[in-house]
């Protein structure tokens, strides 16, 4: 997918088409453990993640043609549940495609919600190869989870109010799977306050974004493997690659078993029943912290969570460790 870079502008657009439709989340501060850092509470967004801001702005430019024959997408859960509540509200056809090792708390979500969901797919890679195919059969609208400009314009109204509600932030720290939540945070946040430093955090067993990075271009990981299953796309998007490259400061990894203690941190510090996925960034602000005397926002992204899993990741053991 191609198209211009997004803008400040654009996310300013976004965050008047999606105001009313979303939730403004909160903004939770530092606790006494990690005094220099607040939390964005994304996780307290409706379906449970960010992705909602995205697809509201997707759907919203959506014309009468378009509606008529619905919408698809590809996704391990948290787009599957935002893309079936925003096509429920708008009476709107849905189907996404996953693949067999996803979530089935998170598709059930999306099923309850009203979408089709299709799981014959081996691996993203497959789920995605099975999503064209489709859309070229039925002529559905494509509402991609992260490389498409008004997903990315959505996802970036999370950087407008933390820059509201933490006027003297200094580091953010975002989650980085396919990278339509970083690539909006950035261009809102620089857009405004060029001197914010972004820090983009990602699985050690998925970090396409580090090695693309590297590379100078988007790489394809012949391999993923992590608890976080929100960031375990095998490749960036074109568009997401470009931004992340001009406007984000640096991408660190995290170790599951980081992953695994900043959920139960964030469970007994801050009372958010946070999934993996939504505690990664809070992982890498843990693990690095930031410049000595700033102040630092992590966004907590989601917290779609198997309770069985979620117990075994709070309860003490190897796991947690």
């Known amino acids: 997918m191609s198209g211009e870079p997004v803008t400040r502008d654009d996310v300013l657009r976004a965050a008047e088409t999606i105001r009313g439709r979303v939730r403004r989340?909160?903004?939770l501060e530092g606790t006494a453990l990690a005094p220099g850092l607040s939390l964005k509470a994304e996780l307290l967004?409706?379906?449970?993640?960010?992705?909602?801001?995205?697809?509201?702005?997707?759907?919203?430019?959506?014309?009468?043609?378009?509606?008529r024959r619905g919408v698809a997408g590809a996704s391990a859960g948290n787009h599957a549940i935002a893309l079936a509540w925003g096509a429920a509200a708008e009476g709107l056809e849905c189907v996404v495609f996953s693949w067999s090792a996803?979530?089935?708390?998170?598709?059930?979500?999306a099923r309850a919600l009203g979408?089709?969901?299709?799981?014959?797919?081996?691996?993203?890679?497959?789920?995605?190869?099975?999503?064209e195919e489709h859309l070229a059969e039925t002529g559905r609208v494509l509402v991609h989870p992260f490389d498409d400009p008004l997903v990315m314009a959505g996802q970036g109204t999370v950087g407008?109010?933390?820059?509201?509600?933490?006027?003297?932030?200094?580091?953010?720290?975002?989650?980085?799977?396919?990278?339509?939540?970083?690539?909006?945070?950035?261009?809102?946040?620089?857009?405004?306050?060029?001197?914010?430093?972004?820090?983009?955090?990602?699985?050690?067993?998925?970090a396409k974004m580090s090695r693309s990075r590297e590379a100078g271009h988007p790489v394809t990981l012949d391999r993923?493997?992590?608890?976080?299953?929100?960031?375990?796309?095998?490749r960036p998007g074109d568009l997401t690659f470009e931004h992340v490259q001009t406007l984000v400061?640096?991408?660190?990894?995290?170790s599951d078993e980081q992953i695994t203690a900043a959920v139960r941190w964030l469970f007994r510090e801050a009372s958010l029943v946070a999934e993996p996925s939504g505690a990664a960034a809070v992982a890498g602000a843990l693990e690095?912290?930031?410049?000595?005397?700033?102040?630092?926002?992590?966004?907590?992204?989601?917290?779609?969570?198997d309770p069985a899993a979620y117990a075994g990741y709070i309860s003490p053991g190897p796991r947690s460790k």
Not at 102 to 109: E, G, Q
Not at 249 to 254: A, C, E, L
Not at 290 to 305: H, L, M, T
């Open 25 to 27: 989340t909160p903004l």
């Open 102 to 109: 996803a979530s089935r708390f998170k598709l059930d979500r």
């Open 249 to 254: 400061d640096d991408v660190v990894t995290v």
């Open 224 to 234: 993923i493997a992590s608890i976080a299953d929100g960031l375990l796309a095998v």
């Open 160 to 206: 407008l109010e933390i820059l509201e509600q933490c006027p003297n932030v200094t580091t953010v720290f975002v989650p980085a799977g396919g990278g339509g939540l970083i690539s909006g945070v950035s261009a809102a946040i620089k857009g405004m306050r060029a001197g914010v430093r972004i820090v983009g955090v990602e699985p050690e067993g998925a």
């Open 45 to 67: 967004q409706h379906t449970g993640s960010f992705k909602v801001r995205g697809v509201t702005n997707r759907l919203a430019a959506l014309g009468s043609e378009e509606r």
């Open 288 to 305: 690095g912290g930031s410049s000595a005397g700033g102040v630092s926002v992590a966004i907590v992204s989601g917290g779609n969570v």
């Open 115 to 131: 979408a089709h969901v299709d799981v014959d797919a081996e691996d993203p890679s497959a789920a995605f190869i099975r999503l």
